[in-house]
């Protein structure tokens, strides 16, 4: 799998050269990569956050990555990415670009930009003639002040000031309807009549609509369905519609819209649910992709450049070959599905950092804020891969903090806390979501298999958080349960739901699982803690040059800390005599090293 070559691709940006320098294919296999060993890292709990390695993707881009590519029937697509002139380009091959009217701002990844008062695309004419199906799938971000009533798209005709047979979707109230004549005969799908689309984030929007069936999906998941539409899409205006409009409503006396819209994309047939679900998170899919080829492959972090796309950087002692990045075997998404084709990120060096030295950065942080666990100050750390610096943030003064600095110029950057980005805080019911290094993702017994089982298991997630717990997980005959810590004083009985929580999509939940509650026999959190620290000094003692990964983990089911490495028993038998009862020593293999004959190897 060959890396992208950037060199006639355009401008790097500044931030991203600066943190990169190419390398030399090598010729020689990659070096064994033990992820475990590299990132060992302490775990601390209570007012303490964890010092990890860590990628905020959300925070390190605004731009997306293009979304899955579903072409069959595809009538039109304007992916809305230009970045001059007035023409938003049909992508679809069959030439029905379309026009912008108004005021024109494209922000290129980030859509085209609708100010409210007259931005609007003409859509070539009689663009529904013939159908008896119909799919529009669009992205979509509404600005917060945006009134009502609104089209976020209007397909039909106009008579007067007033719409004369359309099919249109609107956020307020959330719905999309197909009328001959006027809005008194409209057919609508809908959630309810409160539902709205939420503003100010990116929304994926789906209608489809075929037979007597027509859907409605928001970020690929059913919102609403209506069995009962009679109209189909050809049948408006004979197939003559003159008033195909994106951002403007059919009625004069309505607003346009404002806000943003990006791959906007009409079909002749309705989409599949699971088809839905593709092009609502292609993008989501395509960075767990990114994120699977970087851990696969041994780099420290990866993330999204606006000019370039996808980015993996490696290690600066990395002695494997960066332009051909091999594919894990057997991946999958989180829905089973088998991808079938790959990310080409761009691959470089850290300039000044290899595992190792992040992890005593880590280590020299927590050492000067809170010497001997003293946690007077909050601290939390991580490696912000983009700009190849340690990101420190802490409410410790600049006395604590320029020593720091100063043994460590050019590859720390000190921050304080702010109102949107609170710090760490001892975890207490309704106060602060606590860390869960200490135990695995939550995940149903039978697997996640459609994004409504998704989201619940996240709810199940959120709830364990937000009220302290250990951790959660799916026991087959009852149902989800979360363990709490033994010594843990609030009521297991009457579990807090975090205010103002919402899917990774923005999504409120209508209702919220119900799951049993229990306390550990044997661990409060610092216990485990302390387990964990026991068993990084065990695997990972000073002077031992011997790489062993390691892995530690609270497993709620079984009531039992698991530690996952690759140590001999020599090394490990002593954890289970310091902690009869409590400790579950897993081996694993070590990592095979990739071949270089261009195929994979099956990470055990």
């Known amino acids: 799998m060959r890396r992208k070559n950037v060199a006639g691709t355009g401008r790097v940006a500044a931030r991203v050269m600066a943190a990169l320098r190419r390398g030399p294919a090598a010729t020689e296999a990659p070096p064994l990569i033990r992820t475990g060993a590299a990132l060992r890292r302490r775990m601390y709990s209570g007012a303490v956050a964890v010092l990890s390695l860590a990628l905020a993707a959300g925070v390190l881009t605004t731009a997306a990555p293009a979304q899955a590519e579903i072409t069959s029937g595809l009538l039109l697509r304007y992916k809305l990415d230009e970045t001059s002139g007035t023409v938003a380009a049909d992508s679809s091959g069959h030439g029905r670009d379309g026009t912008v009217n108004g005021t024109v701002s494209w922000g290129g990844d980030e859509g085209l930009a609708f100010n409210g008062s007259n931005t609007y695309v003409k859509v070539p004419d009689n663009i529904m003639a013939g159908l008896s199906s119909i799919s529009v799938a669009f992205d979509v971000w509404i600005d917060p002040t945006m009134g ?14 007033s719409g004369n047979g359309y099919l249109f979707s609107t956020g307020n109230q959330f719905r999309t309807g197909i ?3 006027t809005f008194t005969a409209e057919q609508q799908t809908r959630p309810g009549t409160s539902y709205q689309l ?6 994926h929007v789906t209608y489809t609509q075929t037979g007597n069936t027509g859907i409605l999906y928001e970020n690929g998941v059913e919102k609403a369905r209506n069995t009962n539409v009679t109209i189909t899409p050809g049948s408006i205006g004979g197939g003559t519609t003159t008033a195909d409009y994106i951002g403007r409503s059919l009625y004069s006396n309505d607003l346009y819209f404002k806000g943003r819209m990006r791959d906007f994309r009409v079909y002749d047939r309705a989409l599949s649910s699971s088809e839905v679900h593709s092009v609502a998170t292609g993008t989501e899919d395509q960075w767990e992709q990114v994120q699977a080829l970087a851990a696969y ?10 000019d370039v796309g996808p980015v993996i950087i490696f290690p600066s002692d990395y002695t494997g070959d960066i332009n051909d ?3 894990p075997p057997d991946w999958t998404n989180e829905f089973g599905q088998v991808p079938t084709d790959w990310p080409v990120p761009v691959t470089g060096f850290s300039q000044q950092f290899t595992f190792d030295q992040i992890t005593d950065l880590q280590n020299a942080v927590k050492a000067q804020i809170q010497p001997n666990d003293d946690t007077n100050y909050r601290v939390s750390a991580y490696y912000d891969v983009s700009i190849d610096m340690m990101v420190v943030k802490t409410d410790a003064p600049a006395s604590v903090t320029d020593p720091l600095a100063a043994q460590y110029p050019g590859k720390i950057v000190i921050e304080g806390y702010t109102l949107d980005d609170p710090p760490p805080a001892d975890c207490a019911p309704e106060q602060a979501t606590v860390d869960n290094v200490l135990n695995v993702d939550v995940a149903p017994a039978v697997g996640v298999s459609d994004a409504a089982t998704k989201l619940a298991w996240q709810q199940v997630q959120a709830l364990a958080d937000y009220n302290c717990a250990l951790a959660a997980f799916d026991d087959p005959t009852i149902g989800p349960v979360i363990i709490f810590p033994s010594d843990y004083a609030g009521d297991i009985d009457d579990l807090q739901k975090p205010p103002g929580w919402t899917s990774e999509y923005g999504e409120i939940p209508a209702d919220w699982p119900v799951p049993t509650t229990a306390k550990s026999p044997q661990f409060t959190r610092a216990q485990i803690t302390d387990i964990q620290d026991e068993a990084i000094r065990q695997v990972s003692a000073d002077g031992d040059t011997t790489a062993y990964s390691v892995t530690v983990r609270y497993d709620a089911m079984s009531d039992r800390v698991v530690v996952e490495t690759d140590a001999p028993a020599s090394v490990t038998d002593p954890l289970l005599t310091a902690y009869p009862n409590k400790v579950v020593i897993k081996a694993v293999t070590p990592l095979t090293p990739v071949s270089t004959d261009n195929t994979t190897t099956t990470v055990p």
């Open 325 to 327: 990045l091999q594919r």
């Open 179 to 181: 009328t001959q004549t």
């Open 198 to 203: 939420a503003r100010g984030m990116w929304k």
């Open 148 to 161: 009502k009533p609104y089209f976020l798209y209007g397909f039909g005709n106009s008579s007067g000031t």
């Open 297 to 306: 492959n041994g780099a420290v972090g990866s993330f999204h450049d606006p």
